[in-house]
Structures are given as structure tokens and as C-alpha cells.
């Protein structure tokens, strides 16, 4: 793998960016923010201003369709009577069977998501704030449940930051997966009042100094909550609350909040609230997460002075809505320093998806073909846990390693036997593609060269194929012999490849020339996406 992602001297602060906007600061803006960034993308984005640009990437969006009974079959039918092709999301919970099946029906909607995102942040927003605020399809296990929770993370994505943790606090999900509604006043669970803190708020940084005392007075406070499984929804009893005052430490002012009883127990939750919020590491901690997804794993003395505590400022005075944060540092100096392109490993989600992006690879229809359109993401799904991504199930309330993990962050991702898995899939969707009953999807290398400038001519074929796939430079030897080798079959003029693809043109059904060209093409872009620059972002 290219040392290529470990930059130094990335300079820049959060003033806005100025200089050269064309395909290399667009592809590198939408890589980040997107899933891939294909050709249409790019060539939508180039008639706007970066500003303009950051200002449509963060728009609001409208909540997606829910997920489906796409596994109904001749020998097994949905207990609960949902009918194949209508949403199971408000049924009973029924029996573990199609509980499962429904788990994987939530799991393939949500890679679903992904892959027809539209020219917006949103999805990218939506899995950073499952690897912060995580759970586990598997734990929570009730597939109702884990739906809602990904409603929460879709309705806050770009929202406010304090009412987002609180519902997050209150969702079933949660409530669940951190043992929320175990915790009583004569039990006290001090699981979840931990995470609050150490993972979902203040951190465990220098500056975050919360005590075993403020994680036992959180647990106080949000004793009493439990869920409601008639309406699928967290309940707050009263009788299970402890109404005593709770002291929190001098990281905390010293706060007291006071004990409620009846239902004023509930509005202790907004009072901790109010106090965490009021500590200026919050701040700090989600600004230092948001810019480790998004630029770069390496927290400088220099990047925290010049970017976090400024962006951590923007967060306050904006009273904690993430927006104003995301859309100053997309716009920065900072993030267009070339020292940032190419510099982190894609998650193996980015692969799977992007892949599927970059190159418009054609599903059925969701509508004709529900079971093959589900499977075909199921597969997708299937690729992502392979090698390591699991969506729905990051291996513990922390999230995935590679978010965190340091000193090596990224390259977690990238191992002997992570990296065959990534090659072989890239290969298998060039090659042979992937089938599930009748319908298969496959990357169609013709069309995409089609969408380059100049496809007749080999030289820039390789350069524009390689503005849209990689984001760092490669040398001229490479693309030569990419070129001799595989494009002119060994022949020395470029005209061979020229007056091959321009036969192709002229004579589309010609079956003989376009099987020569699609060999050569996939031969080609097998080798470029098996290369270690296809893996950074």
C-alpha cells in the first residue's frame, strides 16, 4: 500500500478556499462527503461555485421509503400477514423467523440507501453517526427497533447536536442495547450513563476530566425509562426513578440537579443535558470526530488550535446545530490542501458502494423485481461484512476500530485478508458480475468510458478514467504500460485503440469489435481497481 495516506504538513485553516475548483476538487469534496464520486457528479458540480456546491451537498432531506417483505416465497409467508412488497416496520414483532428476515431486509434497505443516494451528504452523515452513537443489529435483535434507530440518525444527521443525543437516548434501540431500561432506582445500571459521557459527549480526552461520580449521578438520572412495546417507544415510570438530588463534579461546575418526582423526574434528562452541553469539551470532542471521518486521523497541536477549537466555537455560538460546522469546513482552506486528497483508506463500504456509484452499475427494478433487487444489496451487504463492515453491527458500542483505533485509524481496514476480498470484488463486478435469480448487475466498462471526454484517445482515456477513480497521482510509466499492454494489445501506435473504439461506434453491432473493446476495458479497469491507489480517498 502507498504511503501516500500519512501526509505532513497539512496547512490551511477554516477560511474559505479560493483557489482552482475543477475535477480534482470536486472529486475529492464528494469522495468524502458521498458515496464515489462518478462522472455525472462531477460534471454537474463543475457549472456551480464550491460554495453553492457545500450549500446543495447539506440540504435537508426527506426520509426514505421503508424497508420491505421482500422475503415471502412459495414455501414461507409472513406470519404477522405483511404482504410481499408492503413495509413490515409497524407490525407486531411476531416470531424470531421472520424477525430475522426482517433484520436482513433492514440491513440490504439500508445499503439500498447508500447506493441511490442522491447528490447529498446525508448517507455519509447517517454512518458517521451510527459508528458515534452506536448499536447492534444483533443485540437489539427486534428489527422495528433498530428501523427507528436509523429514522433518529436520518432526522438529526444534520441537525442539532444536543436534541440528537437526547433522542438517541430515548430510542428503543438504545434503551435496549445499553441496558437503559434496566436501570432503576433499586438497580441502578450505570452502562449507558458511562457511554453518554465517555463515547457520546465529552469524550475521554485531556480535556474531558468527568469521574466514576459523575457516571453513577448520570445513571440516577436516567433511572425510570423503559419501552413501550405497544407503540414502540420509550416510557418514563416514575416509580422506578431515583427522586434524590444528584452532584456532579467540579468538571461539572459542581452541579446539582435537583430530584423530580411524578412526572418532573423526566425533565432531569434535559437538566444533565443542559449541563454536559454547557462543559466546552462536547464541543471539541464531536468537532475532533467530525474531522477524523471526514479529513484526516492525525490531531496536530496545529489542527487542533487552527481548526477543532474554531469549528468547536462555530458549534456553540450556533447553540450545537451541526450544519454551520459542516458547511465551514467543506468550504476551508484546510480540507482543499492537497496534502488531504488521497489520504485516508476507504471503509469497506465506501468500496462496495462507491464502486457501484462511480460506475453506474444498473440494478433491476425495485418495483418488478422486489426479492432480486433486495438480494442483489443483500450480496453488497455480504460484501461489506467480509471485509469488515458489517452495517447495523460495528463490533461494540465503540463502533468500528478503524474510526479510533490509534495509531493506525484507517489502515485497519487494510490487511492480507481484507485487501484479496476487496480486489476479488472489484474483480467479480468487472468480470462476471453479480447474480441473484434471473437479474444480475455487472459494471459496464463501455458506458463508462463513454462518459470520458476523449475515450477514442488511449492516453487520455487512462487520465480521465483516472480523475474520476483515484485521488492520487500515478506515474507516466504506469499509465504507458497500462496502455501498451492492455490497450493496444501490445502494439506501439495509438491508432490501434483508436480506430478500434471508432469502429465500435460506427458499427455497433458489430459483435466482434465490441467484445474486443469490452475485453480490453475490463482487463483495464480490473487492474486499475486492484491497485493500492483505488483504496484511498
Known amino acids: 500500500m502507498s504511503n501516500r495516506y500519512s501526509p505532513t504538513g497539512i496547512q490551511g485553516g477554516i ?31 463543475k457549472k456551480k461555485t464550491l460554495s453553492q456546491t457545500v450549500d446543495e ?44 428476515r426482517r433484520r436482513a431486509s433492514y440491513k440490504y434497505w ?7 443516494q442522491k447528490r447529498n451528504i446525508h448517507e455519509k452523515m447517517v454512518l458517521f453517526w451510527h459508528n458515534h452513537f452506536s448499536t447492534e443489529v444483533n443485540e437489539v435483535d427486534d428489527a422495528r427497533y433498530v428501523y427507528l434507530y436509523n429514522m433518529v440518525l436520518r432526522k438529526y444527521a444534520t441537525g442539532n447536536f444536543k436534541d440528537f443525543v437526547k433522542q438517541i437516548t430515548l430510542d428503543p434501540s438504545m434503551l435496549r442495547y445499553l441496558n437503559g431500561r434496566l436501570n432503576t432506582k433499586n438497580a441502578p445500571d450505570e452502562n449507558y450513563g458511562r457511554e453518554l459521557q465517555e463515547l457520546f459527549t465529552v469524550g475521554k480526552g485531556a480535556g474531558s476530566k468527568y469521574t466514576e461520580d459523575d457516571v453513577k449521578a448520570a445513571a440516577k438520572v436516567l433511572t425510570g425509562y423503559n419501552i413501550n ?30 430530584g423530580g418526582t411524578g412526572a418532573n423526574g423526566e425533565k432531569e434528562l434535559d437538566d444533565m443535558l443542559t449541563m454536559i452541553f454547557s462543559v466546552d469539551e462536547v464541543s471539541k470532542f464531536i ?18 488550535k487552527d481548526i477543532i477549537e474554531p469549528l468547536a466555537k462555530i458549534l456553540r455560538d450556533n447553540k450545537f446545530e451541526i450544519k454551520p460546522v459542516l458547511l465551514t469546513l467543506f468550504k476551508s482552506q484546510h480540507f482543499f490542501d492537497p496534502n488531504v486528497y488521497g489520504s485516508t483508506i476507504k471503509s469497506p463500504l465506501e468500496l462496495v458502494v462507491g464502486t457501484l456509484r462511480e460506475f453506474n452499475v444498473a440494478f433491476p427494478s425495485p418495483t418488478d423485481f422486489v426479492q432480486e433487487y433486495y438480494n442483489l444489496f443483500g450480496e453488497m451487504t455480504r460484501q461489506g461484512q467480509i471485509m469488515q463492515q458489517d452495517i447495523g453491527d460495528p463490533p461494540n458500542v465503540a463502533g468500528w476500530p478503524a474510526y479510533y483505533q490509534s495509531p493506525i485509524f484507517y489502515e485497519i481496514w487494510v490487511n492480507s485478508d ?25 459494471i459496464d466498462v463501455v458506458a463508462f468510458a463513454k462518459k470520458m471526454a476523449n475515450p477514442d484517445d488511449p492516453n487520455l482515456l487512462i487520465a480521465q478514467s483516472l480523475e474520476i477513480l483515484y485521488k492520487i497521482p500515478v506515474s507516466t510509466e504506469l499509465i504507458q504500460q497500462v496502455k501498451k499492454d492492455i490497450l493496444l494489445s501490445g502494439q506501439s501506435a495509438d491508432f490501434y485503440w483508436t480506430e478500434l473504439w471508432n469502429t465500435m461506434i460506427q458499427k455497433p453491432n458489430d459483435a466482434n469489435t465490441l467484445s474486443m473493446v469490452t475485453t480490453r476495458l475490463r482487463n483495464m479497469y480490473k487492474y486499475l481497481l486492484a491497485l493500492p491507489e483505488y483504496q484511498l480517498a
Not at 469522495?31 to 457528479?41: E, I, Q, S
Not at 485487501?419 to 458480475?433: E, H
Open 15 to 45: 477560511d474559505e478556499y479560493n483557489g482552482v475548483w475543477a475535477s480534482d476538487q470536486i472529486t475529492h469534496l464528494l469522495k468524502r462527503t458521498m458515496f464515489g464520486a462518478n462522472p455525472d457528479d462531477v460534471n454537474y458540480f
Open 57 to 100: 451537498l447539506l440540504q435537508t432531506q426527506a426520509l426514505p421509503a421503508p424497508p420491505l417483505n421482500f422475503y415471502d416465497t412459495a414455501d414461507y409467508k409472513d406470519p404477522q400477514g405483511i404482504k410481499f412488497g408492503e413495509t413490515w416496520v409497524n407490525a407486531i414483532y411476531g416470531d424470531g423467523t421472520v424477525n430475522s
Open 110 to 116: 439500508w445499503v439500498m440507501q447508500m447506493a441511490t
Open 229 to 258: 412495546g405497544t407503540i414502540n417507544s420509550y416510557l418514563f415510570n416514575s416509580n422506578n426513578h431515583d427522586t434524590n438530588d444528584k452532584k456532579f463534579s467540579a468538571f461539572y461546575n459542581n452541579t446539582v440537579i435537583k
Open 287 to 304: 468537532c475532533r470526530k467530525i474531522y477524523q471521518f471526514f479529513v484526516y486521523y492525525d490531531l496536530t497541536t496545529s489542527v487542533e
Open 418 to 442: 481484507t485487501y484479496p476480498k476487496r480486489n476479488q470484488y472489484t474483480d467479480t463486478l468487472i468480470s462476471n458480475g453479480y447474480t441473484k435469480s434471473t437479474k444480475k448487475i455487472q
